[in-house]
C-alpha cells in the first residue's frame, strides 16, 4: 500500500515538474501552464478586450487599464473545444523571448475556468509583436494574435 502511494506521489510530481518542448525549444513556464489549463480545464466563458490600433492615447496603455477602458468587450459563454485546442496549439507553435518593454496593449482575451477564475489572459500590444501571458511579457513570433482576433473580427480594423 505504502509503495503505491509512493509510486503516486512520483508520478504526480513528474507531471508537475513536465516542461512542454517543441522541436529544440522549450517553452516558457507561463506558456506551458497556459496550455496545460486550455487543454485540462473546463473553460466556462472567454471575455475579448480591445482597443483599436488606430485610436491615439496619451500614454501606453497597461493590461488593466485596457479591462476598465476598452471601447470594445464581446463575452462568449459557449466555448466550443475545438476553439480552445486552436489556441491551445498556437500558444505551442509560436516562438517566444522574454522582454521587459509590455508595449501599448491594444487587444486582451482572458479565458475563465469553470468556477469563474481566471485560467490565462493573454494581451497583446499594438504592433501584434509583445504579449502579456500570465503576467510574462515576451516577444512573439507566429499567428498568436490572428488566431485570437478571429472570432472578435467584426471589431478588428
Request: with cysteine; proline share 6%; glycine share 6%.
Amino acid at each position: 500500500m505504502n509503495r503505491n502511494i509512493l509510486i503516486l506521489l512520483s508520478m504526480m510530481g513528474l507531471l508537475s515538474c513536465r516542461n512542454i518542448t517543441k522541436g529544440a525549444q522549450e517553452l516558457p513556464r507561463p506558456v506551458a501552464d497556459g496550455i496545460a489549463r486550455l487543454e485540462g480545464s473546463v473553460i466556462s466563458r472567454i471575455e475579448y478586450y480591445y482597443l483599436p490600433e488606430s485610436t491615439l492615447t496619451r500614454t501606453a496603455i497597461e493590461p488593466a487599464s485596457l479591462l476598465l477602458n476598452a471601447p470594445y468587450k464581446a463575452v462568449v459563454r459557449v466555448v466550443p473545444r475545438d476553439r480552445l485546442v486552436a489556441v491551445a496549439q498556437m500558444l505551442s507553435e509560436n516562438t517566444y523571448a522574454p522582454t521587459l518593454d509590455k508595449g501599448d496593449i491594444r487587444l486582451g482575451v482572458i479565458f475563465y475556468n469553470e468556477l469563474g477564475e481566471p485560467s490565462l489572459s493573454i494581451y497583446f500590444d499594438q504592433s501584434g509583436k509583445r504579449a502579456v501571458i500570465n503576467d510574462s511579457v515576451f516577444l512573439v513570433t507566429g499567428d498568436l494574435r490572428d488566431t485570437l482576433r478571429r472570432p472578435i473580427r467584426c471589431l478588428v480594423e
